[in-house]
């Protein structure tokens, strides 16, 4: 055993974890190579992964610092961008026309929220860890609650990252497109928050990794970082966990619920599609291109590797596991593998698309893993309807099946 190990293993549980906790947000930060990067995620590292500004229990006021675009003469300058406004007013829904009389039972396993084949349970039980079915069950409807409780901390930040962005952007026709995003977003607030209140009667405080994210797209005063993070990065991450959940579910309220969101969030990317796409090619310099490509690199990883549901562990395994076991545990569940599939084959040939995977960067993905991806349908392809579709399609052969 090393010195380190013998020290570390003798400790408090409690003080253990939070060690390894701390020398996990030096890794993430440590291994960032582009300084301009480090300097836009830096702070707000510092402020969630060490102060856990999004635990206190107590609202958190970010600085926001964009300018409002005004343009006096309304001009008709972005068609595609018209044609989602008048997509998006005609697809208006009405939270209250959910199916909320249908009755939630999250510990029934005739309805499933979730399998509970999510989660290979021998990796606990290597461990000497073995659950009753009883307790399985509650476990799976902890991480689910852990999951949509997410969805719900996302959906805030893109509640008003849709509102800045309404304000900043630079085309008229994006500005009402974009009033028609902030009403979805608060809409998404509005169901995911009834459905946990209301059905699951439980909500999880915020990731501190989505934290960070939120917390760093606010701050920053460049309305496409805004939108790269939130319409492309966030959005992305969002379908693919919105997409796994909606395939693996048995609960037909949830399913309706997410299947609405998702025709939403379809047009959510598109428009992040066709914004992006013509700012980075012709307004940027090369070093500004750069800097974005290397920072959606850095997300896509700190998406992929670090929603571990530490606020999960924390509750069940604490002092029983080490956290690096959990990782192993979460990392490797089947369900966690559909999800991150489903989110890459959305995110990449976005990235693809707007012009952030150049030759320079592929070897980066390539090394990651994530260049399978590459030759996918970017979001200007696809409706909402067609996602549905193929979400519907590849469910035959998802592990709940
Ligand atoms: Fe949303
Ligand atoms: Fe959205």
């Known amino acids: 055993m090393l010195f380190k190990d013998s020290i570390t293993s003798r400790m408090n549980p409690k003080i253990r974890s939070q060690l390894e906790e701390y020398s996990e947000a030096i890794e993430i930060f440590s291994h960032i190579r582009d300084p301009k990067v480090l300097k836009a995620l830096g702070p707000s590292g510092v402020r969630g992964l060490v102060l856990k500004r999004g635990k206190q229990g107590v609202p958190t006021k970010i600085q926001a610092s964009h300018k409002a675009h005004f343009d006096w003469s309304y001009p008709h300058d972005n068609s595609e961008m018209a044609e989602l406004y008048r997509r998006a007013k005609k697809g208006q829904w009405d939270g209250d026309d959910l199916a909320w009389s249908t009755s939630v039972d999250p510990l029934n396993p005739e309805i499933p929220i979730l399998p509970q084949e999510f989660i290979d349970f021998g990796v606990l039980e290597a461990e000497g860890i073995k659950l009753s079915q009883t307790e399985k069950r509650e476990f799976i409807y902890a991480v689910v609650t852990w999951m949509l409780s997410q969805f719900l901390h996302g959906e805030q930040g893109a509640l008003f990252a ?13 500005k ?99 914004a992006l796409r013509e ?7 090369e070093a500004e291109r750069h800097e974005r490509e290397d920072w959606a690199f850095e997300v896509s990883l700190l998406m992929r590797n670090r929603f571990m549901a530490y606020e999960v562990y924390e509750e069940w395994f604490e002092g029983l596991i080490s956290r690096e076991k959990w990782r192993e545990l ?48 970017a979001a200007d392809e696809l409706t909402g309807d067609g996602m549905l579709d193929e979400l519907d399609r590849k469910s035959e052969f998802a592990m709940a099946g």
Not at 162 to 174: L, M, R
Not at 279 to 285: D, G, M, P, Q
């Open 162 to 174: 849709s509102a800045q962005v309404t304000e900043a952007v630079q085309f008229f026709d994006g």
């Open 176 to 274: 009402f497109y974009g009033a028609t995003q902030v009403m979805d977003e608060a809409r998404h607030v509005e169901v995911f928050q009834r459905y946990l209140e209301t059905k699951l009667n439980k909500l999880y405080s915020v990731n501190d990794n989505l934290f960070v994210i939120i917390d760093s797209l606010m701050a920053d005063s460049r309305w496409d970082m805004k939108f790269l993070g939130m319409q492309i990065m966030v959005e992305g991450l969002a379908l693919g966990a919105f997409g796994t959940l909606y395939q693996l579910t048995k609960e037909p309220l949830l399913k309706q619920l997410l299947g609405n969101v998702i025709q939403d969030e379809a047009r959510h990317v598109h428009y992040g599609v066709v």
């Open 279 to 285: 700012h980075i090619v012709t307004e940027l310099s």
């Open 330 to 377: 979460i990392l490797g569940a089947p369900g966690m593998e559909q999800f991150r599939t489903v989110m890459f084959s959305r995110l990449v040939p976005n990235l693809r698309e707007i012009g952030l995977m150049s030759e320079r960067i592929i070897p980066a993905y390539r090394q990651v893993g994530l260049m399978r991806y590459f030759d996918g349908k």
